[in-house]
């Protein structure tokens, strides 16, 4: 089958090998095989690239998400044919991922059977999955309410722009969305997505400016993607009570150098974090989610789409920060 392997790490991404003559997965009991037909980027793949995500064996196609057709249920509640996403549960990382043709992935970690809105097609679905679902996730775990402000930090990634049109939708209504950039030019695509107020950021200290934008309060809940160097700022942006939740790390720095708990959590404040690998594909709102991209009532941005076999061009593209939404690749 044809594929993307990543043959060792750390390489660029040029260095990713498209190939016709991939060993194809075949049928498997608890796990649906699928004829892919589109993927999402994610910046853990960037990572598994770059030689930071331990425990992987190589060679390995990459690819923590994809959508497609299932070929094979292996026994679960599918039929072939049925139109379905999968994300998490080890692709790309313990087996062989999204960037291929087919892929094997097991039955907890797909989707039910989704009916594309009319119009809808491959690379717009492609984008909602991994993105929206973390987005959603992390969203539904901060308990996030009509009643809260919210500061997303990191407004310009996919999962930032994803957080802020869902914080804004019938699901969550939430009062005020602050979003940052670090890009004057990227502030339209923020605002678009329905950020209240866009903070550009190009000193990683911006809890004065949430604080007067709040009316000195501080936001109630945050979504941290940036990571550690901006962790200690964004508890300095929270209210009192207010909770960020640590989601992502862009900036490439795992640890905080300055994070003095004590100090950034007083007086009561709280800290935690979420995985995509928790979210229940099973009970997921994905089909109300696909359903308000098409409708108009989630807003999708999607930066770039390529082709499967330009991959590596793909990785590069969101590897300069080039990228202010989802890239995606077809494989037809």
């Known amino acids: 089958m044809r594929a993307v392997v990543c043959p060792r790490v750390p390489i660029s991404p040029s260095d990713l090998v498209y190939t016709t003559t991939h060993p194809a997965p075949g049928p498997r009991a ?5 004829r892919v037909r589109a993927f999402g980027l994610n910046r853990s793949e960037l990572f598994t690239r770059q030689g930071h995500s331990p425990g992987i064996k190589f060679p390995r196609v990459l690819g923590i998400e994809c959508v497609g057709e299932v070929k094979d249920a292996g026994g679960g509640r599918w039929k072939e044919g049925d139109v379905v996403a999968a994300m998490m549960g080890g692709m790309g990382r313990q087996f062989d991922g999204g960037y291929a043709e087919y892929t ?24 909602i999955p991994e993105t929206f679902l973390t987005a959603w996730g992390t969203l539904h775990d901060l308990k996030l309410s009509s009643k809260d402000s919210l500061l997303i930090r990191g407004g310009t990634t996919s999962v930032g722009l994803a957080c802020i049109t869902l914080a804004k939708s019938s699901l969550f209504n939430c009062r005020q969305v602050i979003a940052t950039t670090r890009s004057q030019k990227k502030v339209l695509a923020v605002s678009t997505n329905g950020a209240d107020e866009v903070i550009v950021d190009t000193s990683g200290s911006i809890a004065d400016e949430v604080k007067k934008l709040t009316g000195g309060k501080g936001v ?45 959590l007083a007086p009561r404040k709280h800290l935690t974090m979420f995985s995509s690998g928790t979210v229940d594909t099973s009970t997921a709102p994905l089909q109300w989610i696909v359903d308000g991209v098409a409708n108009g009532e989630i807003k ?23 990228a202010a939404g989802k890239v995606v690749c077809v494989v037809d």
């Not at 941005?301 to 593209?317: P, T, W, Y």
Request: overall charge negative; hydrophobic content about 35%.
């Open 30 to 34: 608890g796990y649906v095989l699928i």
């Open 104 to 127: 094997s992935v097991p039955q907890g970690s797909v989707s039910p059977p989704i009916k594309l809105p009319k119009g809808m097609g491959w690379d717009t679905f492609a984008a």
């Open 220 to 264: 109630d809940k945050c979504v941290e993607l940036v990571g550690g160097p901006t962790l200690p700022d964004s508890c300095a942006s929270l209210a009192p009570d207010g909770t960020v939740s640590m989601i992502g790390c862009v900036s490439g720095e795992w640890t905080c150098k300055n994070f003095d708990p004590m100090a950034c």
């Open 300 to 322: 999708l941005e999607i930066d770039r789409v390529f082709k499967m076999e330009d991959a590596g061009e793909a990785q590069q593209h969101m590897e300069a920060n080039h």
